[in-house]
């Protein structure tokens, strides 16, 4: 298995989570839920900081950049080969 085939899979795996914390949101489950707890722990390192940036109105749009920033990452690995 190449390299790029890896990281490839795992940021299509972050993506999918970052889509899960959005609907666990939406839903408004169990704070003590801990597939909810594991969601969290994992994708907050990345939107915790992407919050500061683009936070407007009381509306957090960190999930939407996270995901278009993990789009052209997956885009970039796929057409360099690493």
Known sequence: MSISVLLLAILQ???????????????????????????????EPVLGPLRGVVSFGGMDFSPILAYLLIRILMRIVSSTGI
């Open 13 to 43: 795996v972050y993506s999918w989570l970052i889509l899960a914390r959005v609907v666990m949101s939406w839903v408004n489950p169990n704070p003590r839920n801990e597939l909810l707890v594991m969601v969290v722990k994992v994708t």
